[in-house]
Structure formats: structure tokens, C-alpha cells
């Protein structure tokens, strides 16, 4: 009863709005008398009733409904509705299935793909398509990390955030350090911090010498908002790394492999409210080697763990180590057996290779090298279920994608945002 009421007094706002034309000092009477008209309807509705109401609509009738009047581009605009859409769309667990594409030569050539309709990853199994492009002239680079519907990449020394909604594009300033020097890497993570309720962007400069006998890094933060610009972090201690993996947030708290002194492997924990550094040693025992292409980590029961695939292939066999206390570096471990030999004759696939996960209990898995001119097959594994959970298709990219080398596929999941992006 509540949304039919909502959606009826919407058609009645959209109604009472003037059509165009007529002098330009009529067009002013007529915009007021219709603010007027929303803040009495406002004012006879309690304002969270109006919440449930427009966080259940579809995000282009949200979109369109801004224009209606001033007051309802404000309260759709404002950062309580857009945390509260958010946080419904994340119970609904309806979720848009993206992959990026890009060359690896020169990150210029960039694709990114979403299927048309968002999933119910608890459902029966299904694979869906990809065949919506949603990229734009100004997407290149490197990929960072998506977030809350929206999605981080850097080009050289400037970092852009897309909402994958909206499309909406921000450019940041451009990082400045001290640090530059010619072996010199530049990597970056966005993250959110729960407790002010503000997306950070992170990017370090490290700085290595010969044998890794020295390590020298600098850390800088910005607060996504209007007139944002990169300062040092509050940390008291910031141990020299040079950062490794790709990150996750879990629970306001980042997490990245990185290297210390001594060819060390380590993982970072940064917490996005306090920005306080911790090193958590890796456990010596499993003996893991941290390899963009046989580690890396995942969110699995709400903790991170770091999942080795060297023997994959080989042996069908996934291992899991989970941080069960970072202040004593505790780590417990799981080892899972996948039909590997079932997967690669019913999808054609020879050689798996885990490309990244998903949320708690999932893996992603698809053929080691990207064939642009094959179809491309990405499987999602329960690995707690122990079965096949759903899949991605995408057709052939050539002739639409036309570079010859080498190419990066990301595939994740994601809920959508309204969130406007101020620069």
C-alpha cells in the first residue's frame, strides 16, 4: 500500500509540474508554485515514509525524479538517502555482474562491460551475458578496486573515480611526492571509512633498492568531497613497503600484500578511520609465494585470507590461510578440492586460473590466457557449497576491441549508486 501511494503521489507531482514554453517569468512562477506544492505533500507524509518509498524505485525513475523540484533533487541528492538506497540494494542482494578489459602495453585500449540485469547470486544456477558497454572515451589505466557501485582506476599520476550508475566521471589532482625517482612505483586503493562515513583514496610511492635492501615509501590520503586534495596520512608508524596485490576492504579496515627489507613478504592492514598501519606477518610454515598470478586475497566469512592456487592445476586443490587474529598474526588453515577435471570438459576450459572472488565462499575461475577472439567463459565456484554458484558470458571482443597485446579481464559484482560525485 505504501509504495502504490508513493508512486501515485509522484504521477500526481509529475502532472502538476508546467510544460515548457511561455515567457520566462511565468516558467519562475510556475517552478515555485510546484516547490510549493512538494513541500506541502512532504510536509502531510513523515519523511520515512518517503525514504521507503523512493529507495525501492528502479535508479532511472530516482535519476528522473530529481527534476521534479528543488526539494526532491535535495533529499534524493543527500548523503543519508544514497547510504540508505545503498544499504536496502545490499539486502536485496541484487547485484550487477562488471568486467574491464585492458591492454596491458600501453592501458590505453579499455572496455568495460556490465550484463543488463542485475542477479540474485543465491538463486539456481545461470550464467548471464555481458553485453552492455559502459565505457567512456576518458576510461584507461590501471584498475584499482570498485566500491559501493563505484570504481577507482589511475592513469600515470591521476586517479578517477566512475560511478557505474550514473556515469559519472571524477578526476583527481594529479599525486604529488617526494618519493619520485626513476625506479619508483605508484600503487592505489580506495576504500570506505565507516565511522565518518567518507570514501578515502590511498596511493604510495615506494621507492627500492638493489636486493631490496632498502625500502623507502610514502603514503598520502584524499577524502572524496568538494576541493579534495592528497595529504600525508595521520599514522604514527609507517613501516617502508612497497605494496604488492590488489586490496580489500573488510569492515573499514584495508588489507594488501606488500614486500619489507629482505624480500619479505607481508600483509598491510590500514584502518580507514583512525589511517593507523599494521604489518601482519604471513604464516612461515604454509610457505606461501605471493604471486600476482597463484595468490591473493579474499573476504571468507568476513575475514581475510589469502588463497594459494599453485597447485591448481596439477592437483585440483585450492589452499586457504585466514587471519583469525592480526594483532598475533594468528592464521588458520583450509585446503578445498575442486572437480577441476568436470569443469574444464563441460566449459572447454584447459588451464584454470582463479582471476578473483567474490564475496564470502567464492572464487572465480576462467581460462588462463584471454582470447579475444574466443568467447570467454568466467565460472563463480561455491566453495563452501562445493558446486558451481553461476557464470558470465562474453562474446568475442574483436573486432570491436582492436589492440594486439596482451589483455587484463576483472570480472566483480556490485550493487548500484546514486551517489554524486564532488570534486
Not at 596491458?104 to 540474485?120: I, T
Not at 571524477?170 to 565511522?195: A, K, Q, T
Not at 568531497?225 to 595521520?234: D, K, V
Request: charged share 25%; net charge positive.
Amino acid at each position: 500500500m505504501r509504495l502504490s501511494f508513493g508512486l501515485a503521489a509522484v504521477k500526481g507531482l509529475r502532472k502538476k509540474k508546467v510544460a515548457g514554453g511561455g515567457r520566462r517569468k511565468g516558467r519562475r512562477r510556475s517552478i515555485v508554485k510546484a516547490d510549493a506544492r512538494s513541500a506541502a505533500t512532504f510536509g502531510e507524509t513523515p519523511e520515512e515514509v518517503w525514504m521507503e518509498i523512493l529507495a525501492r524505485l528502479p535508479v532511472n525513475s530516482l535519476l528522473r525524479f530529481k527534476c521534479v523540484s528543488k526539494l526532491w533533487s535535495s533529499l534524493i541528492s543527500s548523503r543519508y538517502f544514497t547510504n540508505f538506497f545503498f544499504k536496502l540494494s545490499s539486502q536485496t542482494l541484487e547485484r550487477r555482474v562488471f568486467m574491464s578489459v585492458v591492454d596491458l602495453q600501453s592501458y590505453s585500449d579499455y572496455m568495460l562491460f556490465s550484463a543488463s540485469s542485475p542477479r540474485n547470486w543465491d538463486a539456481s544456477v545461470s550464467f548471464l551475458q555481458l553485453n552492455e558497454d559502459l565505457t567512456l572515451p576518458a576510461m584507461r589505466g590501471h584498475f584499482v578496486n570498485p566500491l559501493r557501485g563505484l570504481m577507482c582506476f589511475r592513469l600515470g599520476r591521476e586517479v578517477r573515480i566512475y560511478n557505474l550508475t550514473t556515469r559519472q566521471l571524477l578526476r583527481l589532482p594529479i599525486v604529488e611526492s617526494n618519493m619520485w625517482e626513476g625506479d619508483s612505483l605508484m600503487w592505489n586503493y580506495f576504500g570506505h571509512d565507516p565511522v565518518s562515513d567518507e570514501y578515502k583514496v590511498l596511493s604510495n610511492v615506494s621507492s627500492v633498492s638493489k636486493g631490496l635492501r632498502r625500502v623507502s615509501s610514502e603514503t598520502q590520503v584524499l577524502v572524496l568531497g568538494a576541493g579534495a586534495s592528497w595529504r600525508n596520512t595521520r599514522s604514527h608508524t609507517h613501516p617502508p613497503h612497497r605494496p604488492y596485490s590488489q586490496g580489500i576492504s573488510i569492515n573499514g579496515v584495508l588489507y594488501y600484500g606488500a614486500w619489507c627489507l629482505g624480500k619479505r613478504c607481508v600483509l598491510i592492514s590500514f584502518n580507514l578511520a583512525s589511517e593507523e598501519f599494521n604489518l601482519i606477518e604471513l604464516p612461515v610454515e604454509a610457505g606461501v609465494i605471493w604471486h600476482p598470478c597463484r595468490a591473493n586475497l579474499m573476504n571468507y566469512r568476513g575475514k581475510v585470507a589469502v588463497f594459494e592456487c599453485s597447485r591448481l592445476v596439477t592437483e585440483c586443490m585450492l589452499q586457504l590461510w585466514v587471519v583469525e587474529d592480526a594483532g598475533k598474526s594468528k592464521w588458520s588453515h583450509k585446503v578445498f578440492v575442486l572437480p577441476c577435471h568436470e569443469l574444464r570438459q563441460s566449459l572447454d576450459i584447459n588451464e584454470l586460473l582463479i582471476r578473483s572472488t567474490s564475496r564470502s565462499g567464492e572464487v572465480r575461475l576462467s581460462r588462463r590466457r584471454f582470447d579475444r577472439s574466443k568467447t570467454s567463459i568466467n565460472v563463480i565456484y561455491d566453495l563452501e557449497k562445493n558446486r558451481i554458484a553461476g557464470g558470465v558470458v562474453m562474446e568475442p571482443l574483436y573486432p570491436r576491441f582492436t589492440c594486439v597485446g596482451p589483455l587484463r579481464a576483472i570480472l566483480w559484482d556490485d550493487v548500484e549508486s546514486i551517489m554524486y560525485l564532488e570534486g
